[in-house]
């Protein structure tokens, strides 16, 4: 048998190490180039109903009915880092059962009871989505209300890394 010619080894050689450099930028791309965004979620599914990009640092507000007490509650959060989010303050206009008493610095101001200083971590929010979902905001633009997202389902709204490639 006789030997290729150099000529077609070089070729084989320069193709080869073309996919080769394709593939690792492909994945480089993949698991560098990947951006934060809120995802709101059909826990039972999975499909995804929001999705916002976000950067470590941004504020999020949750404002909902308190199931019970039918009162309104706000939640004050930042997006961490690492995907988790960081709840500062709640406030709410009077206690009831499952409201608690002793999270954070407590205040009141014009009536309205804010427990400060929380800095509870959650990797994720899970709920039974109703209209007393009254508003999910992100840096004061809102992104949903409970008439916005399918009643009566449990949704969760996580943080996650959105791939180029697959946007998932």
Not at 3 to 23: D, F, N, T, Y
Not at 81 to 87: F, S, W
Not at 112 to 131: A, D, G, H
Not at 135 to 148: F, H, P, S, Y
Request: aromatic letters at 8%.
């Amino acid at each position: 048998m006789c030997p290729k010619p150099v000529k077609e080894q070089r070729g084989r050689l320069v193709a080869l190490s073309a996919l080769l450099i394709s593939a690792v930028l492909l994945t480089c791309l993949a698991v560098f180039g990947a951006r934060p965004v809120l995802r709101i979620r059909v826990d039972a599914t999975g499909e995804i109903l929001r999705e916002v990009p976000v950067t470590a640092g941004d504020e999020l507000y949750v404002a909902w009915l308190h199931s019970q007490e039918k009162i309104p509650w706000h939640e004050w959060y930042t997006v961490e880092k690492d995907g988790t989010m960081t709840l500062h303050a709640i406030s709410f206009p009077a206690f009831g059962p499952g409201i608690p008493c002793d999270k954070g610095v407590p205040r009141i101001e014009d009536g309205t009871i804010f427990f400060e200083q929380i800095e509870e971590t959650f990797p994720r929010f899970r709920w039974l989505n109703s209209t007393f979902t009254r508003e999910i905001r992100l840096n004061g633009t809102l992104i949903a209300t409970g008439d916005d997202l399918p009643n009566h389902t449990i949704l969760t709204l996580t943080i996650e890394r959105r791939g180029l490639i697959h946007g998932r």
